[in-house]
């Protein structure tokens, strides 16, 4: 289904308020197809992040959020977000996001906010030695070839381009079983001048490819017969602003994998070098014995 993947994001992410007042806000949101008809995770993320930003005073920006995914959310439906305001201070605003279909949650997120203050400065060091975005190939040269409604989606329907800096594990694995990549990242056209769409935005994107880490230590791909694979909690730190239709890169490394679940965990850097996002997720990772 190829439309304008970027002008759908925007819609999906173009929250309505329903006008409802219990002790929470109410707004709902409009799902995007995918071919696994399960709602993708990055997008109900962003979606409750807006849904608890429409809540805040305008100066006060989130930092940080911590969401779980209770169930698969289906593409057919639409969502609706309850907010309740659980605490507003002198420096610091949390909000706690509820996203429902058929009135089950499919995630829980807590999710705070701060006004700008002066402090303390410093920033982990970009690695060095990255291709640049524009020596490596897209997800679209890659995949838009192949006859598959999956690589046919991820080749033209996602809203951003994906560089992968490693050989990407679409269907073959890594030269080498490690637990470690970096993939460039930006949307496919301009976004509008709202920092708070773009912060959101970025939540979209970091769900796309961070377990793969997972994946890559273990010689498995996206191909893998029998693969179970489901994001199971998501959290996220915004340090500083960044567009995110310029190219950022995902420097990602998984430190675990047991009992079915692996740990991965990421920093987004702009192109220049500035920290812009730390962020960390547990998955299920399934694979059956050869």
Known sequence: MVGDPVADMLAALTLTDTEARTREDIFTAPSLWTPQRRVFGGQVAAQAVLAAMRTVEADRFIHSM???????????????????????????????????????????????????????????TMPAGIPDPDDLPSAREILGPIDHPVAQYWANSRPFDLRHVEDPIYFAPGPEAVAHQAVWFRTTAPLPDDENLHRAALAYASDYTILEPILRRHGATWATPGLKMASLDHAMWWHRFARVDDWLLYVQESPSAQGGRGLSQGRIFTRDGMLVASVAQEGMVRIPEA
Do not use: K, W
């Open 66 to 124: 911590h969401g779980y995914f209770l169930r698969p959310g289906d593409d057919e439906q639409p969502i609706t977000f309850s907010v309740d305001r659980i605490h507003d201070g002198r420096s610091f605003s949390t909000r706690r996001t509820q996203a429902y279909q058929n009135g089950a949650p499919i995630l829980s997120m807590i999710a705070s906010f701060q006004d700008v203050d002066p402090g303390l400065e410093h920033q982990a």
